[in-house]
C-alpha cells in the first residue's frame, strides 16, 4: 500500500480570471498510495479541484510535476494523454457531466466511442449499470433519470475502465443526503473489492470512516495531512 | 462515432433541416444548370451528326440565313476531284405562318428551305430531309411551278396541319405533300419548298442562293479535308469568297459558343456552392458552439483533439451526403419537369450526377473544417465548466 498512484513535487498551477492572475495551486508536494481513499477538503477555491484536474490529466500544471503510475503527465502529448485519460482514470464530477441525447448504456460506453470499441463494451455496460442498480433504466436518457441516478451512471462510465484512480469532485453536491450516502458507499465498494485508489474532493466530511486519509488544502497549498 | 454523429444530426432538426436545404438547394441548381448545357449541347451533336456532307456558305457568315452565294458556283465546285454533288440552298426566316410570327426564339424560328430537286438527286446518301420523311413525299422535279411544300411533324402538330391541307405562309396558302422528322430540333423548324418557289416567296434575286450542300465521295475526314479546302481555294479571288464548313468545324464553332456558357455556368455553380458551404459552416458553427460542454465531456473521457474534431467533420460530411443526394433528387425532378417546357431534354447524366453528389459531400467537409478546429481546441475543464 506505500507505493504511490499520485507524487506531485512543486505542483503549481496559475491561470487568469477575468483579467486577474489567479494562483490556484502552490508548489504542492503530494504523494497518494495506491489502493486508499483520500478525502482533499478545504474552503471553496482552496485549490482542490485544481489538483483534481491536474491528476486527471484535464489541465498541465504552470511548473513542478504530477505522475500517475510513475508517468509525468505534463511530458504527455495530446493523444498520450487523452489515451490516459480513456484508460487509466476515472472521473465523478459534481454535475453528473452526461451527454444529454444519449442513454445510460451510451453514456456509458462515451470512452471508447472514438476508439470503435463501444460495441464490442455494450453488454459489460448494461452489467455495470445493473451492479450501480440502474439495471432497468438502461435505455433512459439524462433528463429522464433523476439526479442520484445520473451520478451512477457517472460512477458505471468511470468503472467501465476497470480505472486504477477514479477522482470525483464533490460527488455528492447535487444530491440529497441519502443517495449521497448511497453514492459514497459505491465508490468506497471499488475501493475495497477492485483495489481502485479514490480521491475525492468534499465538503461533505460525513462519509469519511476510519482508515481514510484526509488532506487539508488551503490557498493552493496543503495546510494538513493526516488519518481520520 | 458515425451513430453518434447521426444522432447528434437528428437531435437538432430544424437547423440540420435548413442546412440540407442550403446544400440540396445549391446542387440541385448546379444539377439544373449543367443539364441543359449539357441537353443543348447532345442536341447540336445529334443535328450535326445527320449531316454528313460540307456546307458552302459566303465567307464571314455565321449562318446560311445570313449568306448569298451565286448559284453558278455549283458547276465549279462539282468540277472539284472527289464532289459528289452540289446543291444550291436557299435558307430565310419564314414570313409570317399561320398568321403569327416566326421568329419567336432561338429554337423556335420558322425557315423556309428552298430545294433543287434535279441536282439532289446526285446525293448518293440523300439529303437529311429526305432521309426523315415520315409522311408524303419530299419536294420532286415534279413539284417546279407548285406552292408545294413538306412541313416537320413539330410544325404539323404545332398548326394542326397534315399532308393533304394547306398551310399559310405570309398571304398565301401551300398545299402540304409531306411531313418529315428528323427529331432535332434545330432541324426541324423547317418549311421546305421548290427552290425557285423559295426565291419567290423570300424575295431573292434569281441567280442567287443561300449557300450549298456538298457531298465528298469519300467519308473519309482526311478526304473532306482536302474538298473543303480545294473549294475555298477555287472562290479565294472571287468577290465573294466562300467558307465551307464540316461536321467537325460546326462543333468546334458551337463548343467555343457552349465554352462560354460553361464559363458562366462555373461561376454561377461557384457561387451556389459557396453559399452552401456557409449555410453548413454556419449550422455547425451554431452546434458546436452551443454544445462546448459536451465537446469537455467527452475530452475529459479520453477523446483526442482529432476524435473531436473526426465527429464534427462527419456530422458536417453527413449534412453534404443527405444534402447532396436530395440536391441531385430535386435537380433531376426540376430537370424532369422543365423539360416538357424546353424545346430540348436537359440531360443529366450519371457523371453529373456523381459529380454534384460528391461536391454535396466535399461542401460538408469542407463547412466542418473550422467548426472542428474550433471544438478540437476547447479545453476540456473550461469546456464543461461553459455549461
Known amino acids: 500500500m506505500s507505493e504511490a498512484v499520485i507524487e506531485a513535487k512543486d505542483l503549481a498551477k496559475s491561470y487568469r480570471a477575468s483579467g486577474r492572475p489567479v494562483e490556484a495551486l502552490r508548489g504542492v508536494t503530494l504523494s497518494i498510495a495506491r489502493g486508499s481513499m483520500t478525502f482533499l477538503v478545504g474552503p471553496s477555491g482552496s485549490g482542490k479541484s485544481t489538483f483534481l484536474q491536474l491528476a486527471g490529466g484535464l489541465d498541465r500544471p504552470t511548473s513542478g510535476t504530477i505522475a500517475v503510475d510513475g508517468r509525468d503527465l505534463g511530458s504527455m502529448d495530446d493523444r498520450a494523454l487523452s489515451a490516459f485519460r480513456r484508460t487509466r482514470v476515472g472521473f465523478v464530477f459534481q454535475a453528473f457531466n452526461l451527454i444529454p441525447n444519449l442513454d445510460a448504456v451510451d453514456n456509458v460506453l462515451i470512452p471508447f466511442y472514438a476508439s470503435g470499441l463501444a460495441a464490442g463494451m455494450r453488454d459489460r455496460a448494461r452489467t455495470l449499470l445493473g451492479e450501480v442498480g440502474l439495471g432497468d433504466r438502461l435505455g433512459h436518457r439524462p433528463k429522464q433519470l433523476s439526479g442520484g441516478e445520473q451520478q451512477r451512471v457517472a460512477i458505471a462510465r468511470a468503472l467501465l475502465k476497470d480505472p486504477a484512480l477514479l477522482l470525483a469532485d464533490e460527488p455528492t453536491g447535487e444530491l440529497d443526503s441519502k443517495t449521497g450516502a448511497a453514492i459514497f458507499a459505491l465508490l468506497r465498494g471499488l475501493q475495497r473489492d477492485r483495489g481502485a485508489s479514490v480521491v475525492v474532493v468534499t465538503h461533505d466530511t460525513r462519509h469519511i470512516e476510519p482508515g481514510d486519509r484526509i488532506v487539508r488544502i488551503a490557498d493552493g497549498a496543503v495546510v494538513g495531512d493526516s488519518p481520520a | ?387
Not at chain 2, 411533324?153 to 394542326?160: C, F, G, I, T, V
Not at chain 2, 399559310?168 to 423548324?189: A, M, N
Not at chain 2, 431534354?345 to 461536391?359: D, N, R, V, Y
Open chain 2, 1 to 387: 462515432m458515425f451513430r453518434f454523429a447521426a444522432l447528434n444530426i437528428l437531435t437538432r432538426p430544424l437547423r440540420s433541416l435548413l442546412a440540407l436545404v442550403g446544400v440540396s438547394v445549391s446542387i440541385a441548381g448546379v444539377v439544373g444548370l449543367i443539364s441543359v448545357s449539357g441537353g443543348l449541347r447532345g442536341m447540336m451533336t445529334d443535328t450535326l451528326a445527320k449531316v454528313e456532307g460540307l456546307v458552302m456558305i459566303e465567307a464571314n457568315s455565321v449562318d446560311p440565313i445570313f449568306s448569298t452565294l451565286p448559284v453558278a458556283y455549283a458547276k465549279r465546285v462539282e468540277a472539284i476531284p472527289g464532289v459528289q454533288a452540289c446543291v444550291p440552298e436557299l435558307w430565310r426566316v419564314a414570313p409570317n405562318v399561320e398568321g403569327g410570327k416566326t421568329l419567336v426564339g432561338l429554337f423556335n424560328a420558322v425557315v423556309v428551305l428552298g430545294l433543287d430537286p434535279e441536282r439532289h438527286t446526285r446525293l448518293s446518301a440523300g439529303h437529311v430531309y429526305s432521309r426523315s420523311m415520315r409522311r408524303g413525299r419530299n419536294v420532286e422535279v415534279r413539284d417546279r411551278g407548285t406552292r408545294n411544300v413538306v412541313i416537320s411533324e413539330r410544325l404539323a402538330r404545332k398548326y394542326a396541319k397534315d399532308v393533304g391541307g394547306s398551310i399559310r405562309i405570309g398571304e398565301e396558302q401551300f398545299p402540304i405533300v409531306g411531313v418529315y422528322d428528323t427529331g432535332s430540333l434545330f432541324l426541324d423548324g423547317t418549311i421546305i419548298m421548290h427552290l425557285e418557289e423559295a426565291t419567290r416567296v423570300a424575295g431573292f434575286q434569281k441567280e442567287l442562293v443561300t449557300s450549298f450542300y456538298v457531298e465528298a465521295v469519300s467519308r473519309d475526314p482526311a478526304e473532306l479535308a482536302r474538298i473543303e479546302k480545294a473549294i475555298e481555294a477555287e472562290f479565294a479571288n472571287e468577290p465573294k469568297k466562300v467558307d465551307c464548313l464540316s461536321t467537325t468545324e460546326w462543333q468546334t464553332e458551337f463548343g467555343a459558343m457552349l465554352r462560354n456558357l460553361d464559363v458562366f455556368l462555373l461561376v454561377v455553380s461557384s457561387i451556389a456552392v459557396f453559399v452552401g458551404a456557409i449555410g453548413v459552416l454556419n449550422t455547425m458553427l451554431m452546434s458546436v458552439t452551443e454544445r462546448v460542454p459536451e465537446f469537455g465531456i467527452l475530452k475529459a473521457n479520453g477523446w483526442s483533439r482529432w476524435d473531436v474534431t473526426r465527429l464534427v467533420l462527419i456530422e458536417s460530411a453527413l449534412l453534404g451526403v443527405i444534402g447532396g443526394a436530395a440536391g441531385c433528387g430535386l435537380g433531376v425532378l426540376g430537370v424532369t419537369v422543365a423539360g416538357r417546357f424546353m424545346p430540348f431534354a436537359p440531360q443529366a447524366s450519371p457523371a453529373l450526377l456523381l459529380g454534384a453528389f460528391s461536391t454535396g459531400v466535399v461542401l460538408g467537409i469542407l463547412g466542418g473544417v473550422y467548426p472542428a478546429h474550433r471544438a478540437a481546441g476547447l479545453h476540456p475543464v473550461e469546456a464543461i465548466r461553459a455549461g
